[in-house]
C-alpha cells in the first residue's frame, strides 16, 4: 500500500454503517464455543468462569473461529453475566448462570452498588487489549453486553427459566424496586461497554435474550428505556452499535427507537418485514434459523440464499444465525456457510 493511502474500510464496519461491501460480511453468535473441537482442547483444561477470566485463554477462543472460517468479525469471548459481580451479585455457572443470591427485595436492590470495569472485570479489557494484537485488520472485534431486562431477569430467577416467573412478578409486585435494579444494572453496563470502547472493541452489541418475554407495552416500559439510555452514553465512541431483541417480532416498532445502528433479528422474522418496521436507516444483522447447518448441502445453499435475497440487495445487512449456534453443529457445515455468503454476495 503505498504512502497516504486510507486503508479500506472492514466489511462489517461498513455494513453497520450501511455503506458500500465488496461482499456481505458474515459472523455467528456463540462462533466461539462448544461445537469447535478446538474450543473443547482449552475447555478439558480450565472450567467455563476460569476461562472467561483468563485473558490469554479468552483472547484464543476468540481467534479460533477467525482462522478456522475466515469470519468477517470476532466477538470477544465472555458472558453476559460478567458485570455483575462488581455490583455484589455471587455468580456461578453450573453449566449456566446461578445467583446464589437472587434479588427480590426493595432492601436487596438498595444494597447493590454500581460496578466499575477497570476494578471488577480488568481481565475483560486485557483480553480486548490482546485480541487488538492478534486479529487481522478484516475482522473488527465486537464487544458485547446483555441488556438489562435480560440480565434483570437472572439476578431476580437466580437462574435460566423458560418463564423467569420470579423475575416478571418482581416487575408488578414492586415496580418502584424492579425499576431502581434495572437503573442500576444500565448504569453498569454502560460503564462496562464503554470501557469495553476504551480498551480498543470496534463495534459493541447489546443481547437482550428475553425481550420476548415482555408484552409490547411492557417492553416499552420495562425493557426499552434501559436500552436507550446505555446507548445513548454510547455515543460518544463514534462505534457501531447493535441491538439483538431476541423472540421480539412483536417489539421491532419499539426496538427502532432504541438508538442503535443495528437491529439483530431472529429467525421468527422475515428480514423483508423486519426492514419494512424498522425502516431504511438502520442496517439488520440475521437471520439464518441455526438448525438449517443441520441440513443436506444443497438444502442449507437454498437456506442461506433465501435469507440474502429477503434483504432485497439493500445495503446494510450483516449476515448471521437468528439465534447462538447449537453445540452439535458440525464445523463443516460453518465453512460452507461463510463461503456460500461470500461467494453469492462478491460484488
Known amino acids: ?57 479468552a483472547a484464543e477462543v476468540t481467534l479460533q473461529p477467525i482462522r478456522r472460517f475466515g469470519m468477517d468479525a470476532a466477538i470477544l469471548f465472555s458472558d453476559i453475566m460478567t458485570p455483575l459481580e462488581g455490583m455484589g451479585v455471587d455468580l456461578d455457572f453450573d453449566p449456566g448462570p446461578v ?10 436492590v438498595d444494597g447493590l452498588r454500581v460496578g466499575d470495569p477497570e476494578e471488577s472485570v480488568p481481565f475483560v479489557m486485557e483480553t480486548i487489549r490482546i485480541l487488538r494484537r492478534e486479529l487481522p485488520a478484516s475482522a473488527p472485534l465486537i464487544g458485547f453486553a446483555g441488556a438489562p431486562f435480560t440480565t434483570y431477569c437472572y439476578t431476580v430467577q437466580g437462574s435460566g427459566s423458560k418463564t423467569f416467573i420470579e423475575a416478571k412478578a418482581f416487575l408488578y409486585a414492586e415496580p418502584e424496586a424492579a425499576a431502581r435494579l434495572l ?25 437482550d435474550s428475553w ?38 417480532s412483536t417489539l421491532m416498532a419499539s426496538a427502532r427507537e432504541a438508538g442503535a445502528d443495528v437491529i439483530g433479528v431472529d429467525w421468527r422474522l422475515p428480514l423483508s418485514e423486519a ?27 437454498r437456506q442461506v440464499d433465501r435469507v440474502l435475497a429477503e ?15 447449537e453445540r452439535t453443529t458440525d464445523p463443516a457445515a460453518v465453512a460452507f456457510l461463510v463461503d456460500r455468503v461470500h461467494e453469492q454476495t462478491a460484488r
Open 183 to 207: 437503573d442500576k444494572i444500565a448504569e453498569t453496563t454502560s460503564r462496562y461497554l464503554s470501557a469495553q470502547a476504551d480498551a480498543g472493541a470496534q463495534a459493541l452489541m447489546i443481547f
Open 275 to 301: 426492514r419494512s418496521v424498522l425502516g431504511p436507516d438502520l442496517a439488520v444483522q440475521g437471520n439464518l434459523d441455526p438448525a438449517a447447518l443441520f441440513a443436506p448441502r444443497d438444502e442449507l445453499a
Open 211 to 248: 425481550a420476548g418475554l415482555l408484552s409490547p407495552r411492557d417492553y416499552r416500559r420495562f425493557a426499552l428505556p434501559a436500552v436507550q439510555r446505555i446507548i445513548a452514553e454510547l455515543r460518544s465512541h463514534r462505534l457501531p452499535l447493535i441491538y439483538f431483541p431476541n423472540q421480539g
Open 311 to 325: 434483504v432485497g440487495g439493500a445495503p446494510g445487512h450483516i449476515f448471521n444465525l437468528g439465534h447462538g449456534i
Open 1 to 57: 500500500m503505498s504512502a497516504g493511502q486510507v486503508t479500506p474500510e472492514p466489511p462489517f464496519l461498513a455494513a453497520c454503517r450501511r455503506r458500500p461491501v465488496p461482499h456481505t460480511p458474515v459472523w455467528i453468535m456463540r462462533q466461539a464455543g462448544r461445537y469447535l473441537p478446538e474450543y473443547m482442547a482449552v475447555r478439558q483444561k480450565v472450567d467455563f468462569l476460569t476461562l472467561t477470566k483468563t485473558p490469554d485463554l
Open 99 to 108: 445467583i446464589r443470591n437472587p434479588v427480590r427485595s426493595a432492601g436487596h
